[in-house]
């Protein structure tokens, strides 16, 4: 398995986003809905669902999430208005941090997506609206970064690359 590629995103005033960085896997599963689900369980990720992802910006405050594309090709915007957008293929996996904002952008018309969360933990969903964000930025950093990797289990990089994150903010506070 070839090391994710990694994005950071600083709280914009709207969006918390997140110190830990979203993590791509490009090509990571085999396109399957079954699969993916299937893998997620596996590393400790579950309360699956099969659909697509919202075409506004939203995030997650009180979980982590991770995104399988099962089917087609996604243009996603991390990290709010002024983030990054990245493209989704079939096989490649993301994971996002409690409080990073996503959104679809332009998708294929056989667009297929499984996503999780780790313990089978509850999401709620977020708009980004001015009365939320103080209460969404102490849950989003609340939620503990000490999660399995959804592609690889305790052997993958995930791990690994959330604590020297969550060790950097320690330093700089």
């Known amino acids: 398995m070839q090391d994710p590629e990694t994005y950071t995103f600083v709280s914009d005033g709207r969006f918390p986003n997140s110190r830990l960085p979203v993590l791509v896997y490009r090509r990571a599963l085999i396109a399957d809905a079954q699969v993916m689900t299937q893998a997620f369980a596996t590393n400790g990720w579950s309360n699956a669902w099969l659909d697509g992802i919202f075409p506004y910006h939203h995030f997650h405050s009180i979980a982590h999430e991770v995104l399988g594309i099962a089917g087609g090709e996604v243009q996603v915007a991390l990290g709010g208005p002024s983030g990054r957008t990245v493209v989704l293929a079939a096989g490649d996996v993301v994971v996002i941090p409690a409080g990073v904002a996503h959104r679809n952008v332009g998708q294929s018309h056989n667009l297929a997506v499984v996503g999780a969360y780790p313990g089978g933990a509850d999401y709620d969903i977020k708009r980004g609206e001015p009365a939320e964000y103080v ?35 320690t330093v700089d506070t």
């Open 135 to 169: 209460a969404a930025m102490r849950a989003s950093a609340a939620v503990s970064p000490s999660v399995a990797d959804p592609v690889a289990g305790d052997d993958g990089p995930l791990r690994a690359l959330w604590n020297e994150a969550s060790a950097r903010r």
